[in-house]
């Protein structure tokens, strides 16, 4: 026991006791005064309210029909690519067709492909060159003014 009463200890104060400090009272919270309406939605979970078909007022369809896609690329395979890479695309109406190669960076490194091909769903085949170093690639698809650009790996 003649050990402990030799070490001092040190204690700290309470946090309610006050050290002459004053705190800053706030007597009233800023309150931003402006007039926004609330936001009702008009259609409940995409159901139609039946007093808005009844009325003669005109109802937005909730789907926008676009212009009509041509190109649709299915499939590309094998990936990775060895030697070969396989194209499943789908045309709606005759084009010109424009594949190439692209490094990550966006650089053309091989063109493909550049002709005019009919409509309707078919499949290519290119042989990718031997001077292609192994890595990530991009395939950029062209059809019209449509582009769709596919990620391959080359082996």
């Given at each position: 026991m003649g050990v402990?009463?030799?070490?001092?200890?040190?204690?700290?104060?309470?946090?309610?006791?006050?050290?002459?400090?004053?705190?800053?009272?706030?007597?009233?919270?800023?309150?931003?005064k402006v007039n926004i309406p609330t936001y009702k939605p008009?259609?409940?979970?995409?159901?139609?309210?039946?007093?808005?078909v009844i009325s003669n007022t005109k109802v937005v369809p909730t789907t926008q029909s676009k212009q009509d896609k041509i190109l649709t690329v299915l499939k590309v395979y094998p990936n990775p690519v060895d030697d070969q890479v396989n194209l499943m695309l789908k045309l709606d109406r005759e084009s010109n067709l424009s594949v190439k190669i692209m490094d990550l960076l966006g650089n053309e490194v091989v063109t493909l492909s550049n002709e005019r091909i009919s409509s309707g769903e078919q499949t290519k085949s290119y042989t990718i060159p031997n001077r292609l170093n192994p890595g990530i690639y991009f395939l950029k698809i062209v059809a019209s003014s449509e582009t769709v650009v596919k990620r391959i790996s080359v082996l």
């Open positions: 402990f009463a030799s070490v001092n200890v040190f204690a700290q104060k309470s946090d309610s006791t006050t050290n002459g400090i004053r705190a800053k009272r706030i007597n009233k919270t800023p309150q931003i008009k259609y409940n979970l995409g159901f139609i309210q039946y007093n808005d």
